[in-house]
C-alpha cells in the first residue's frame, strides 16, 4: 500500500550547524504534507506544512522543500539548537486521514 | 484559541481491567477527533477518529473502542485490557482532513 518513511532513523549535528531530515513517499495523490516535532513524553507538535502546488515554504528557522517528481520531502533547520534535540515526523494527506512516517531523531550537541 | 486536553497523563492498570481514556477540545466547534497510538520508538497509529457526535471511524480491530458523546469530547475504552495495548495514547483534533493538532498524552501500561 501507500506509504511515508524517512531515510534516516537519528541524526546527529553540532549546535549552530544546519540540519535536513528526509522524507519519501509514495503515494502521487498527496497533495498536503506536515512536519511535525515531538519531544521526549509529549504529543507531536505542528512545524510547518506545504500543499502539492508549492516546492518551498520557510517558516522561523525552518524550511520546507517538496521535490514532487521524485516523491521527496525535506525538513531544514537552521542553526541548530540544543532545544531542537527531538523526533520529527512528516505526514501527508491525500485521502481521509493522515499517514505517518516513522521518524527521524535529531540530536543537538553544545 | 484552541486546546486540546487529555486525561489521565499517566495510568498504569493490570491485565483484564476496564480502561477509559478521556479528550477534550476547547474553541473550536465540530472538529474532527482522531485516537491513535504509539509504541516505544515507534510511529503513530490511527485507531480511531470521529468526524462528529456518534460518528466513529475504527482503523484497526482490536479490544478497544472510542465514542464521542458531545461534539467536543472523545473516549477511548476498553472493557478488558491486554499487555500489548500498553503505549502512549494520543488525542488529536483538526478543523478538516489536514492539519491535524495533538493532546499532550497518556501513557499507559498494563502489567
Known amino acids: 500500500g501507500e506509504s511515508v518513511g524517512l531515510h534516516l532513523p537519528t541524526l546527529s549535528v553540532q549546535e549552530g550547524d544546519n540540519s535536513i531530515i528526509n522524507c519519501a513517499y509514495s503515494n502521487s495523490a498527496s497533495d498536503y504534507f506536515i512536519w511535525y516535532k515531538q519531544e521526549s513524553g509529549k504529543g507531536p507538535q505542528f512545524i510547518i506544512d506545504i500543499r502539492s502546488n508549492m516546492d518551498k515554504r520557510q517558516g522561523q528557522r525552518v524550511t520546507v522543500l517538496l521535490n514532487k517528481t521524485v516523491k521527496h520531502l525535506s525538513l531544514q533547520i537552521a542553526a541548530t539548537q540544543p532545544g531542537d534535540s527531538a523526533v520529527y515526523f512528516c505526514?501527508?494527506?491525500?485521502?481521509?486521514?493522515?499517514?505517518f512516517g516513522k521518524g527521524t531523531m535529531l540530536l543537538v550537541s553544545p | 484559541s484552541q486546546t486540546i486536553h487529555q486525561w489521565p497523563a499517566t495510568l498504569v492498570q493490570p491485565v483484564g481491567s476496564p480502561l477509559s481514556l478521556e479528550c477534550t477540545v476547547e474553541?473550536?466547534?465540530?472538529?474532527?477527533l482522531y485516537w491513535y497510538r504509539q509504541a516505544a520508538g515507534r510511529g503513530l497509529q490511527l485507531l480511531f477518529y470521529s468526524v462528529g457526535i456518534g460518528q466513529i471511524s475504527s482503523e484497526v480491530p482490536q479490544n478497544l473502542s472510542a465514542s464521542r458523546p458531545q461534539d467536543r469530547q472523545f473516549i477511548l475504552s476498553s472493557k478488558k485490557l491486554l499487555l500489548s495495548d500498553s503505549g502512549f495514547y494520543l488525542c488529536?483534533?483538526?478543523?478538516?482532513?489536514?492539519?491535524?493538532?495533538f493532546g499532550p498524552g497518556t501513557r499507559l501500561t498494563v502489567l
Open positions: 488529536a483534533w483538526g478543523a478538516s482532513t489536514d492539519t491535524q493538532y
Open positions: 505526514a501527508e494527506t491525500g485521502y481521509s486521514t493522515l499517514t
Open positions: 474553541g473550536t466547534s465540530n472538529p474532527n
